[in-house]
């Protein structure tokens, strides 16, 4: 297996724009996270997946903040506008509910809102 | 909910000395105890785990060890060396259908 994707791996845009960032699980895992990495706030869980449905988005900032995962392979964050306080490193991880618990994250989005 | 603390937030050692990292949790019923390491620009990767069913586990050069009574577990590295330089995550876990809960991250740095 090829590991989780995401795309893009780097994104720079301006303040007000949209961004969508887009994350491929590891096939066979049930859940799906998604977490923000900054330096004054380390790693934040945003919102979480199982099979598909979302189960907590109290990690989600605010209401431009928004995520979907119409199926098993294949999940968005999207951010609506797009503020400067959004720049981070955006990481998807998947997990299976039958496992103990261990997570395997993707590669990373760094998104550089100007 | 789970609250994971981690200590040091920053670890500076010279080559070939030792480190330990320990983080607490608050969850009794957690039973599953991972660390991940972050190296710069890096995604975090899994390095070793430990069971509650255990008290110490070791690969190599790092080992963990789990304290149920007193709620806290340890990450240690010895002989450490510059690659070894990255952020360390501690998570408590109560299985699968269970979310993590991370802690706060140290940051090593192994000077050469």
């Known amino acids: 297996d090829a590991g989780v994707i995401q795309s893009p791996r780097h994104e720079v845009t301006e303040m007000g724009q949209e961004v969508t960032l887009r994350c491929k699980p590891i096939s066979g895992h049930d859940y799906l996270f998604w977490y923000r990495q900054t330096m004054m706030r380390g790693l934040e869980l945003l919102i979480y997946?199982?099979?598909?449905?979302?189960?907590?988005d109290s990690g989600m900032p605010e209401d431009r903040f928004s995520a979907k995962m119409p199926n098993a392979s294949f999940s968005t964050l999207k951010i609506q506008p797009s503020e400067p306080r959004d720049s981070a490193v955006y990481f998807c991880?998947?997990?299976?509910?039958?496992?103990?618990?261990?997570?395997?994250f993707g590669p990373g989005t760094r998104l550089t809102v100007t | 909910g789970e609250n994971v603390e981690q200590h040091p937030s920053t670890l500076s050692v010279q080559e070939g000395d030792s480190a330990v990292i320990k983080c607490t949790y608050s969850d009794s019923a957690s039973n599953y105890f991972p660390w991940y390491k972050q190296e710069l620009g890096k995604r975090p990767q899994l390095i070793i785990d430990i069971r509650s069913n255990v008290g110490e586990k070791k690969d190599q050069r790092i080992a963990v060890t789990l304290n149920k009574t007193a709620k806290h577990f340890s990450l240690h590295i010895t002989e450490t060396q510059p690659e070894d330089s990255a952020v360390y995550f501690c998570a408590a876990s109560k299985g699968g259908s269970y979310i993590p809960t991370f802690g706060r991250g140290t940051s090593l740095i192994v000077h050469p």
């Open positions: 991880a998947s997990s299976l509910v039958s496992g103990l618990g261990e997570q395997y």
């Open positions: 997946f199982n099979n598909n449905v979302p189960i907590d």
